[in-house]
């Protein structure tokens, strides 16, 4: 859908009667009902005191989020996408409505600190943490391993919170309730079984005493410290005078009227939940704002006359409340049942909690573009909105009229529906890129009277088909006293729908083509639905709902060694209790220091080679706070921030030297005394550019297009060692797949405080060195100048993206920190961070293979392209050659590896690059081989399988067979597809392959504290949620010192205790660190044997006293490179075998079961590591179904939002999702016997798009026999490439 960016206000026309007033208390003549001006809102926090907010040192643009972390220093809440969309930020509001207390969860980003007045508001803090007691909700998360780096954790637990105190809840609705938020380390599995643990069907529940805790101040009334913020409510109107602006709040619609018509030339705004500037920003301030969320007119509702009578501002949360409950009372408003769950699709439920009917409409009304669920189903229902003006006349009219109606000094007042009798046919549909909180690519409702099978009348209501499009009028009048169940007329029908729709095509919306088709088909599953059982076609019966899904489940299977432990003991992240109790500090989260500034990108908006003539920065100074701006010429060293060392020999410019080398890459920096600031003020900077010298190439096929080989080069190739001849088939084709952004929860950041000789850096970086290099190079400054620590607990994700990513923010911010000699926090707000930052490699693959009848490959030839952007330092080409070869037998391939230059941001290493990539390649082209000959997958890839070279693969695959019941699973599957036309299964199994590389150095410093004995270790890794430190260091350290968990800390990274430390990714860091740990803890334990010898069996603390007191150093470090004895690579095997199905009619998907057996040696901490083979895989969903990023013709990213980005949600993840460790797994060159786990398990979920092939196959068959089953591999299998492919037409569409 567009997104435009509005000015969201409208005018009166006669002046106010407080304008002209010289400031001052209610200093306008007041010539209407009173208004109370007051110069302080009240609000307490959790437990704490009633507080009050200055008036003046806030405006209604201040969110509670900026609030809460800015003013009040509470950072336990966190931010992110400021949008509603990934519920960092919720927070728990209570508010006494009518004497009833209410608790429900708010998007802090999205409240204006106005509306909280009178709120009692709990934060994370304020529920629990170490100085007072955990909550239980935060303990549970933790135990339950429910966390990795942290990000989402106070958010879930929020949520969570808010949830629990509002009432009981069961499984499935607990597990309904988490759409608005996102983490994208753990895969949900593990948070909502903590959760459902709460949930009043659970199996396992929390002790009682706990429960009892929860909800020991859930009582229903007002109790004494709610009472005194009552007091502080007014039922009376009142004001906020503010600088620029006004924020009113009425309680009476006629106080409101009355204000509108007393506004004179003021612009106005009404706020309700203030929800939809999460979809369009706000960009002019309005001089007033008036706060409708307590008018009482417009916030209750009533059943009179056999209709429903909805305040305007009713939420969407009691809308969904109200209609099921009228519901049950009244037949005649049976369908509202529906309604409610159609809602329940709507945002998520903190933006449901405030956002309301009024809200969504008027979004509609001003931007007609827009997908309005409300909308559409009101304009189905014949709903018809009462519109009253500000002299107090009210119409009433439809809701498609209402889209013409002048809404200046207007307001919703009420909406009304009517009852509906059982000779009513009704059904909705919103089909959505993912399960859940995303808007829809096409909605649609269906209202059908009939009269036996005629029809009397017809409601056929499309959302998202062009901005003007609403009724498929044409089709309905057609319809009318018509046989509804006749296959002659329902052709007819689709024929006219085909022809009157005409969606259009604005990206990054789908294809209106895509569009076209599911709007006929969802007509078709409403005929269905509605039609008479003994006229539908048994096998049709599959058409008539959409997928149900219940609630998800899953098996974690590993072994531990009680004689090692905590070695190998399922242990909780040292990290975890932190990070749910919010005291988990980010960079974002370090208090700012006298004089902090902030610093935000200023980019290019303009096409690739396109040169800059001229910078006008002269706007962006005029405003208030802006201190600096930096470019290419203050640089005083290299404009490089990956300076040429190691691996890295292409220069990447800090700030565009002069040809713009992609859209928004960044030109400069604008710095000021408060991020918004500087982000408002970035765009204010006014660049002129030349007209570029050529139209950007973005895709290797764009690339190959136009013949641009000096934008191809030749990494290597595999030779084959012999070709056979057994050729039966030849298989062409291709494998596309696009780029995937890391979506790490806490976006691209970096303060930096000047020291007196340099700078203190605090990067939120995988790799400090490199930080250290590129800021040294970029400011001329020595390296021993810089001295960089990442934060602890954890970095806030990563993915990759954070290993030589970050580098470009934090040489950014240490220039501006360094010429300016103040303190530079720089956080790149999420579109910034999504336009400027390169993502996964897309990778393209052209093949040629001949075959013999069973699918043995005689010959393989293939060209693999990694689409590098602009960049080049970050070499794929081994990852991509180890893993495409996979366990197969290779010596009959050939293929060659290509790095291409394309017109955009320099791509990057993310989680499995190349290998990722490259293993969904190969198993795609072994499914292409299987379908062409019409062997069974399984048996094309057995066939090819060199098991001399890998017999752990074929033990595992056999493992397979049994542990997942495939050979049953495959027959029942092909009895329900030959059942069942309209929705299919398919599974797919892929064997994996995975090669570490050794290639890196650590340091571990160690030291033991002669006072308590207890341990600190440091160390040149970076935490960021995949348990470094629980796993590898406090685990192996007891284990080593033989001491209780509880003695061992790990303490932030700092490269005065790790110089020269690589990377953390590839994997490979926890082992390597662990290695390294082992040999400080080796030398330490050598240094302490000459004492213990000399005690008699001394306690570890007595132990360490004594060597301290003989001067035995209680300090060492160890070192890890490629060099030590004993390292080397070895090779990681899994095997993943997942069943989906498919809705052939929408192109829905539902992950039914995911079995995964996974290599991890002898685990030395089971929970860790299945916390990563979960998280791995749910990101690898993402990547194969949801994850696509869209650009413009120009090259400008436009899916640079929760918005339009799709990660997936907690309803996307596998229903029922099995790990499997293998037990006694030695892995014989291992450090401690265990295998490296990050990235291999990611790889493995190339089975999904296979297994929705596989489910394909049947449905295309039955469509086309005469097109093959196959479908190639271009993009992520979304409902939109999966429906386009079903070959669907209306023709197959009857009863
Ligand atoms: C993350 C996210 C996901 C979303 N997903 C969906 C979705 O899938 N489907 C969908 O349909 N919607 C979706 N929405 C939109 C959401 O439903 C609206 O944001 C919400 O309903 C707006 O209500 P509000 O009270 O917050 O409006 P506000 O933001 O307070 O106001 C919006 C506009 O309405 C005006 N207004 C408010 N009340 C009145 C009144 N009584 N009379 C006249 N004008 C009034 C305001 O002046 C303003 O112009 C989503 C929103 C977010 C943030
Ligand atoms: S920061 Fe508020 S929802 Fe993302
Ligand atoms: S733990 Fe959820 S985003 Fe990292």
């Known amino acids: 859908m567009r997104i435009k960016i509005s000015i969201a206000k409208r005018s009166a026309a006669a002046p106010a009667p407080w304008d002209g007033a010289a400031g001052g208390v209610d200093g306008g003549k007041r010539t209407?009902?009173?208004?109370?001006?007051?110069?302080?809102?009240?609000?307490?926090?959790?437990?704490?005191?009633?507080?009050?907010?200055?008036?003046?040192?806030?405006?209604?643009?201040?969110?509670?989020?900026?609030?809460?972390?800015?003013?009040?220093?509470?950072?336990?809440?966190?931010?992110?996408?400021?949008?509603?969309?990934?519920?960092?930020?919720?927070?728990?509001?209570?508010?006494?409505?009518?004497?009833?207390?209410?608790?429900?969860?708010?998007?802090?980003?999205?409240?204006?600190?106005?509306?909280?007045?009178?709120?009692?508001?709990?934060?994370?803090?304020?529920?629990?943490?170490?100085?007072?007691?955990?909550?239980?909700?935060?303990?549970?998360?933790?135990?339950?391993?429910?966390?990795?780096?942290?990000?989402?954790?106070?958010?879930?637990?929020?949520?969570?919170?808010?949830?629990?105190?509002?009432?009981?809840?069961?499984?499935?609705?607990?597990?309904?309730?988490?759409?608005?938020n996102l983490c994208r380390c753990t895969g949900y599995r593990p948070i909502l079984s903590a959760f459902k643990k709460l949930a009043s069907d659970a199996e396992e529940k929390v002790p009682s005493n706990d429960i009892e805790d929860i909800v020991s101040c859930h009582n229903g009334n007002c109790v004494e410290p709610c009472k005194e913020i009552c007091?502080?409510?007014?039922?009376?109107?009142?004001?906020?005078?503010?600088?620029?602006?006004?924020?009113?709040?009425?309680?009476?619609?006629?106080?409101?009227?009355?204000?509108?018509?007393?506004?004179?030339?003021?612009?106005?705004?009404?706020?309700?939940?203030?929800?939809?500037?999460?979809?369009?920003?706000?960009?002019?301030?309005?001089?007033?704002?008036?706060?409708?969320?307590?008018?009482?007119?417009?916030?209750?509702?009533?059943?009179?006359?056999?209709?429903?009578?909805?305040?305007?501002?009713?939420?969407?949360?009691?809308?969904?409340?109200?209609?099921?409950?009228?519901?049950?009372?009244?037949?005649?408003?049976?369908?509202m049942s529906q309604m409610a769950e159609h809602i329940d699709l709507v945002a998520n439920v903190p933006v449901r909690n405030i956002g309301t009917l009024a809200g969504n409409l008027m979004t509609k009304h001003d931007h007609n573009e827009f997908p309005s669920d409300i909308f559409l189903l009101l304009e189905t229902f014949e709903a018809q909105l009462v519109i009253v003006d500000s002299a107090e006349r009210e119409i009433s009219i439809s809701p498609k009229d209402f889209l013409k109606t002048d809404m200046n000094k207007r307001v919703i007042k009420s909406i009304i529906l009517k009852q509906y009798d059982s000779t009513y046919k009704f059904v909705s549909y919103k089909i959505m890129p993912r399960a859940q909180n995303t808007p829809?690519?096409?909605?649609?409702?269906?209202?059908?009277?009939?009269?036996?099978?005629?029809?009397?009348?017809?409601?056929?209501?499309?959302?998202?088909?062009?901005?003007?499009?609403i009724h498929a009028s044409n089709t309905e009048n057609f319809l009318k006293s018509h046989n509804l169940f006749d296959n002659v007329v329902l052709k007819q029908a689709y024929q006219i729908l085909e022809s009157e729709l005409d969606p259009d095509y604005v990206l990054p919306d789908s294809r209106p083509e895509f569009r076209k088709l599911l709007a006929i088909s969802l007509f078709y599953k409403f005929i269905l639905s509605v039609a008479p059982d003994d006229l539908v076609s048994p096998r049709n019966k599959s058409g008539r709902c959409l997928l149900k899904r219940p609630v998800s489940k899953g098996v974690q299977e590993f072994g531990?060694?009680?004689?090692?432990?905590?070695?190998?003991?399922?242990?909780?992240?040292?990290?975890?209790?932190?990070?749910?109790?919010?005291?988990?500090?980010?960079?974002?989260?370090?208090?700012?220091?006298?004089?902090?500034?902030?610093?935000?990108?200023?980019?290019?908006?303009?096409?690739?080679?396109?040169?800059?003539?001229?910078?006008?920065?002269?706007?962006?100074?005029?405003?208030?706070?802006?201190?600096?701006?930096?470019?290419?010429?203050?640089?005083?060293?290299?404009?490089?921030?990956?300076?040429?060392?190691?691996?890295?020999?292409?220069?990447?410019?800090?700030?565009?030297s002069g040809v713009v080398q992609y859209y928004h890459q960044p030109i400069g920096i604008i710095v000021a005394d408060n991020h918004d600031v500087a982000v408002a003020a970035a765009e204010l900077v006014e660049v002129s550019y030349s007209t570029p010298t050529h139209k950007p190439l973005l895709t290797t096929r764009d690339v190959l297009r136009a013949g641009a080989t000096d934008r191809i080069h030749h990494e290597t190739t595999v030779l084959p060692v012999r070709r056979d001849n057994d050729i039966k088939h030849v298989i062409k084709g291709n494998f596309n797949i696009d780029m995937q952004y890391h979506f790490h929860m806490e976006v691209q950041c970096c303060n930096v405080v000047p020291t007196e000789d340099g700078l203190d850096m605090h990067p939120s970086t995988q790799w400090m060195d490199l930080c250290q290099i590129a800021a040294s190079s970029a400011l001329a400054i020595p390296m021993n100048r810089c001295i960089l620590r990442s934060t602890c607990p954890a970095t806030g994700g990563g993915f990759g993206a954070k290993i030589s990513r970050n580098t470009l923010v934090s040489t950014a911010a240490a220039l501006a920190a360094y010429k300016l000699r103040k303190p530079v926090k720089m956080w790149m707000p999420l579109e910034a961070n999504m336009n400027v930052i390169g993502k996964r490699y897309p990778f393209y693959v052209e093949y040629d293979v001949g075959v013999n009848e069973n699918g043995v490959i005689q010959y393989l030839e293939a060209d693999l392209y990694s689409n590098y952007g602009v960049g080049g330092n970050e070499n794929i080409t081994s990852l991509t050659t180890d893993v495409f070869q996979n366990c197969y037998d290779i010596d009959t391939w050939t293929f060659s590896i290509y790095r291409v230059k394309t017109d955009m941001h320099a791509n990057t290493w993310a989680r499995a690059p190349g290998s990722m990539e490259s293993l969904g390649a190969i198993e795609s082209i072994m499914e292409h081989i299987a379908y062409?000959?019409?062997?069974?997958?399984?048996?094309?890839?057995?066939?090819?399988?060199?098991?001399?070279?890998?017999?752990?693969?074929?033990?595992?695959?056999?493992?397979?067979?049994?542990?997942?019941?495939?050979?049953?699973?495959?027959?029942?599957?092909?009895?329900?597809n030959k059942a069942n036309r309209w929705k299919k299964r398919g599974i797919s199994l892929v064997p994996m392959a995975w090669t570490l590389e050794v290639t890196a150095n650590y340091t571990v410093w160690v030291s033991i504290f002669h006072g308590d004995g207890t341990v600190l270790v440091s160390h040149g890794g970076i935490e960021m949620g995949q348990g470094i430190n629980t796993k590898k260091v406090a685990q192996v350290c007891a284990y080593k010192f033989g001491i209780p968990l509880e003695k061992v800390a790990v303490g932030p990274s700092y490269n005065v205790i790790s110089p020269n430390s690589s990377t953390t990714g590839g994997s490979l860091t926890s082992e390597a660190v662990c290695y390294a740990l082992i040999k400080a803890c080796d030398t330490l334990l050598k240094r302490l044997e000459p004492i213990r010898k000399k005690m008699k069996n001394p306690t570890w603390k007595d132990l360490i006293e004594q060597c301290f007191n003989s001067n035995v150093q209680l300090g060492a470090s160890g070192f890890y490179s490629e060099d030590e004895p004993g390292i080397q690579e070895y090779l990681i095997y899994g095997v993943c075998a997942t069943e989906v199905k498919v809705d052939i009619l929408t192109g829905q998907l539902q992950i039914l079961r995911v079995d995964i057996i996974e290599d991890v040696g002898n685990s030395m901490s089971p929970l860790i590591d299945i916390g990563q083979v979960e998280g791995a895989f749910v990101m690898g969903i993402g990547y194969y179904t949801t994850e696509e990023i869209i650009f413009s013709d120009e090259g400008e990213i436009l899916t640079n939002r929760t918005w339009n980005y799709k990660v997936p949600g907690a309803k996307d993840i596998p229903i029922d999702f099995r790990i499997s460790f293998p037990q006694n797994n030695p892995n014989p060159v291992g450090v401690l016997k265990s295998k490296a786990i990050a990235e291999p398990p990611i790889c493995l979920s190339c089975a999904i798009p296979l297994a929705i092939r596989n489910a394909l196959a049947s449905a295309r068959t039955e469509s086309d026999p005469s097109k093959p089953k196959w479908y190639p591999f271009d993009g992520p299998s979304t409902v939109e490439n999966t429906l386009l492919n079903t070959l669907n037409n209306y023709n197959q569409y009857v009863l």
Request: a positive charge; charged letters at 20%.
């Open 32 to 180: 209407f009902t009173p208004w109370n001006f007051i110069s302080e809102l009240f609000y307490r926090i959790s437990r704490g005191k009633v507080k009050a907010v200055k008036a003046e040192d806030v405006n209604p643009e201040t969110t509670l989020n900026t609030y809460l972390r800015d003013k009040v220093h509470l950072t336990g809440t966190k931010r992110m996408c400021l949008e509603g969309g990934c519920g960092s930020c919720v927070v728990a509001v209570e508010d006494v409505v009518n004497g009833q207390k209410l608790i429900f969860a708010v998007n802090s980003c999205l409240v204006s600190i106005f509306s909280c007045h009178g709120w009692k508001i709990h934060t994370i803090e304020g529920i629990g943490g170490p100085t007072t007691q955990y909550h239980p909700i935060q303990k549970l998360l933790a135990e339950n391993n429910g966390t990795q780096c942290g990000f989402c954790s106070s958010g879930m637990v929020m949520n969570m919170f808010a949830l629990h105190e509002s009432g009981p809840v069961t499984k499935k609705q607990l597990e309904n309730s988490f759409s608005g």
């Open 560 to 656: 531990t060694n009680k004689k090692k432990y905590p070695l190998s003991e399922p242990v909780i992240k040292l990290e975890a209790l932190v990070q749910t109790s919010g005291q988990a500090q980010y960079i974002a989260d370090i208090p700012d220091l006298p004089n902090q500034l902030f610093a935000a990108f200023v980019t290019a908006k303009a096409p690739a080679s396109s040169r800059i003539l001229k910078v006008d920065t002269s706007n962006a100074f005029r405003v208030s706070g802006v201190v600096a701006y930096f470019s290419k010429d203050d640089i005083p060293g290299e404009n490089n921030f990956m300076p040429k060392f190691n691996i890295f020999t292409v220069q990447e410019e800090i700030f565009c």
């Open 440 to 469: 829809a690519v096409l909605n649609a409702g269906f209202l059908f009277k009939l009269n036996g099978n005629a029809v009397e009348s017809a409601r056929i209501v499309y959302g998202a088909i062009n901005p003007n499009f």
């Open 231 to 335: 007091e502080k409510k007014n039922k009376a109107g009142f004001f906020y005078k503010l600088r620029d602006t006004k924020w009113m709040k009425v309680y009476q619609l006629k106080d409101l009227l009355e204000l509108l018509r007393n506004l004179g030339t003021n612009t106005y705004l009404l706020v309700a939940g203030n929800t939809a500037r999460g979809i369009y920003r706000r960009t002019e301030i309005p001089n007033t704002y008036i706060d409708v969320t307590s008018v009482t007119e417009l916030t209750s509702y009533s059943v009179e006359k056999e209709t429903l009578i909805l305040g305007g501002n009713v939420t969407l949360n009691k809308a969904i409340d109200i209609f099921r409950r009228t519901s049950e009372k009244n037949p005649g408003f049976a369908y």
């Open 932 to 976: 062409s000959i019409g062997v069974d997958a399984s048996d094309v890839k057995m066939a090819n399988i060199n098991g001399t070279k890998h017999p752990k693969i074929l033990e595992f695959w056999k493992e397979m067979q049994t542990k997942a019941d495939i050979k049953a699973r495959k027959q029942s599957i092909e009895l329900y």
